[in-house]
């Protein structure tokens, strides 16, 4: 029994790893990651620092996924929407 959760765990933290790497890739391949970093300001400020801004708001995912698909402020993305929740997503898990 201990063995197949520990065997568990070990598969979950494999996924999610793995899950992170994907959304920082996806990250880089929007574009996203010319104006932001994951810790420190570039031209925008640092996805660490969205996270911890956005955090506990309710309706932050969608407002998020708006700004960033609307064009304004924040300039226009050629990633479908599809891919801009799940880097939303990646960025406010944080």
């Known amino acids: 029994m201990k063995s197949t959760i520990l065997g568990a765990l070990a598969v979950a933290g494999f996924w999610a790893a793995g899950m992170a790497s994907a ?17 420190e300001k ?8 969205i996270a911890t801004r956005n955090k506990g708001k309710a309706g932050a995912e969608a ?13 226009p ?7 801009v929740k799940k880097i ?6 944080m």
Do not use: N, Q, Y
Request: proline share 6%; hydrophobic share 40%.
């Open 63 to 75: 407002a998020l996924v708006a700004k960033v698909r609307g064009g304004k402020p924040h300039p």
């Open 42 to 49: 570039k031209v925008g400020p640092s996805f660490k620092d």
């Open 23 to 39: 959304s920082e890739d996806l990250a880089k391949k929007a574009g996203c990651t010319v104006c932001h970093a994951t810790a």
């Open 88 to 93: 939303v997503k990646w960025i406010l898990a």
């Open 77 to 83: 993305v050629k990633a479908s929407e599809d891919d």
